[in-house]
Structures are given as C-alpha cells and as structure tokens.
C-alpha cells in the first residue's frame, strides 16, 4: 500500500467564479494518476483550482493485486454488471477494510483537521471514517453508477459501501438518480463532468496537425513503412495504414469488458465491412500495462487482438488496434484529439457507463456520434438531436444501422455534430463544474 503526491505543472492564475478564499487545503483522493476517467479530470481540474485561489492538491492511492481485484468487483457490480465471481463476503470485506484502514493511515500523515478530502469512486471510499474522526471534511465523489437498485448486484454492493457511507458530510454524482436509497436527507448533490476546451485533447487541431499526428505513429498512410507500428507514444496493430479517404469509424476507451470494444469489433467485421467499402475501424485504448488498477485491461486487449487476428485478411485490413501509452499524458492526450478529429463517426457502445468523458470530448469536437443509451449518456445527448443511441447495448445489428446511416448521409453528421457542440459548450464544460465544486466546498467549511 502506498499513498503518492501527484505533482502537475501550475495553471496560469485566474479568478475562480465568485468563491471566497478558501483557507484550507483541498484534497483530491483517487488510486491512479495516469487512465481513466477520474485521473484526467483531476489532472485538468487540480491545477485550475490552484489558479483560481483554492489550495488543491492530489493523492494517488496505490495498492496490491487482492485490492485492486475486489475494488473492480465494486466498480462493475455498481454499474449492475453481472459478477461472475459470486457474492461479495467476509474475505472481499476483509481485504478491503485492511486496506483502506492503512491506507487512511498514512494519508492522515498529508492532511491537517479542517482540510477538505474528496474521495473519488468505491477505491477510496473506506477512508471516509478515519478522516472523518481526525477532523478532516470528507466528500465522496462517485463517478459510476446505475438506476437500477433493484438490481441484485447493485443493492449488495451498496450494502458493502454501507459501513462507509454515514461518514461523508456529502455525497456527489455524476448523474441525477444514482444515489442509492437510505442516504440523509440533503447528503447528496449531482455535479456532471466537465472538460477543458483549451486542454491538448480538445484544443482546435488543423487538418494537417491531425495528418501529422496519425502519420507519427503509423495509422494514417504516409508513414515511414506499412503494417503494425510502435512509436514514442502509441503502438499500432494493423496489417496496413489508414488509405486517403478512408470512412473512419472510431471508439476510444479503456480495454474494459464494459465498453464493449469486442462487440464493436464484431459488429464492423459482419455487418458494417460488407456493406461500406470504403469504411475502417479504429479501436483505441490505453497501454494496460500503465494502468495498476485496472487488472483486467491486458486481457480484454488480448481478447480484442486474438478476435482481430481471426478475421478473414480482407477485413483485418481494414481494423486498426491502438495501444497509447499513459506515460506522454501530453502526447497521448493530442493523439486522442487527431483520433477524434479524423473520425467520421465516433461510437461508445458501452454496457454500462457512468458518464461518458469520450461522448462529451466527441461533443465539443462536432462529431456524429453513436453510442448506448446507458448510465450518463443520455443525459449528454439525446437521440437524434446530438447523436444517435442504442435502444439496446448489446445489439450489435442496431448499432451498425445507426452507423451505416451516419456514414451514408454528411448532412446528418454535420446537423448532429453542430447540435452536439451547442449542448457541450452550454452544460459540460470546466467552467461551470469548477462553479459547482466551490459551492460544494463553501457548504463544506465550518
């Protein structure tokens, strides 16, 4: 177990929306500092504190692989997700109170009574009473969720949280309706997330900044060299690049089971190859081997790699697998962008989803998107007003329809993507969740 200080580069110094000085320290607790949702969002949100007046600073938790293995029990049992390892008992109690019980430990040795902790999703969550007794302000931030309560594995996992959730002053969600039942009166307050419109993965890129970007590590033709590519930031398996005029379907995501990059794989090759000749698949996802708390991402990846491999020649050339590594946040962050930009449709077909960070990217850039209608998603965009949603996750055939329609009708995109970018820029971006965190913390102080 161990507890690191995320160090970042300070933002240029602004005026936070209307907060007074906040004297104490804010903490931001989460269990990576590279991958993911959550890590992103404080990497960009951290700094933007700091310029506006609020001391902030983060906390990396790290742990083994028991912990882990039991934390992504929670994180896919809260999104209702089948657990195929049975119920949660006495040894997943175990390991997870011993663990956050040391791991409380040793951040009470970073925090002073009076500061501000904000705990981040179930990983964290078991610090609550400890700091709480030590006279520190806890709020707990959960990013995932479901509506479904009833749902066996939701309605355990809430019963396993449950020790733990008497201790924070409040209790914040992405997403109106995740809240389980029992929760005080006015403990809980819904903060959507955001992004940074100026930050590498959403600033403005010209044509040839995203050419060149996909040129570097290989995917757009071009390049030194044909086939698979491995570069300072991205390894590329591919029997061939991107060709000039290429219809290039895009989902980027984690190599999670509940993002369903096999499902997309599979609805490309049966039903969307045969019928677009002129379409290409990018799958693109994080280096698994960056991520300690996801232990399943190396082999989600290798599933996807293997059903690629399996695909007759004809369509393999036409699926490209992108692995970006986490240890260039810069790089990896405009080579999303140039992905996201050079997409003529961007898909999310997840499972289960808490709130869509790729959505709203894809949003801000004016792209048609198809995703499920799940978790978050809809409250982002509605269905043939920003983008187009999935009556059902799983049907791989209803998702190829809506794709075959964007990629058959520009009009359409470009009437969905302008919508999407509206909506983006009125409810998703850093400005207002930055407004929504001060009034979090100014209900906070004593």
Known sequence: MSVSLVDLPPAPRTRGPAAPPHDRTVWHI???AHGGGVAELLRRSVPSHNAAGVPTKWLALGGDAEFFAVTKRLHHRLHGYHDPHGPLGADERRIYAAATAQLGREVLEH????????LHDPQSIGLA???????IK???????????????????????????????LRCVFSVDGYAPPGLRPGQCVTIPPSIDPAAAKNRALTPDEVTAALRAIGLEEGAQGTGSARSGTATVLQDAPL?????????????????DMAGVLAAFAERIAP?????????????PLDIPDDPEGAEI?????????????????????VKLTLKDTEGNALLVNALQRRADVIAQKSLREGFGLTVTEAMWKGAAIVASRVGGIPS????????????????????AAHVLRLLANEGLRERLGDAAALRCAELFLAERELADHYRLYQELRP
């Open 275 to 287: 019928r677009r000749p002129a379409a290409h698949l990018v799958l693109a996802g994080p280096e």
């Open 129 to 135: 009473p400890a700091l709480s007794a030590a006279g």
């Open 243 to 259: 060709p000039p005029g290429a219809e290039v379907v895009v989902q980027v995501s984690r190599w999670d089971p509940l993002k």
């Open 138 to 168: 806890v709020a707990w931030r959960c990013h995932i969720g479901s509506t479904e309560h009833a749902s066996p594995e939701v309605r355990e996992t809430w019963e396993f949280l449950r020790p733990y959730l008497d201790a924070p």
């Open 380 to 399: 982002q965009l509605r269905h043939e007003r920003e983008g187009l949603l999935l009556a059902d996750a799983h049907d791989g055939e209803e998702f």
């Open 301 to 321: 990846f290798a599933g996807v790699r293997d059903a690629w491999a399996a695909l007759p020649a004809p369509v393999r050339a036409r699926v490209h697998l």
């Open 30 to 32: 989460n269990t990576t």
């Open 111 to 118: 925090v002073a009574p009076g500061d501000l902790c904000v």
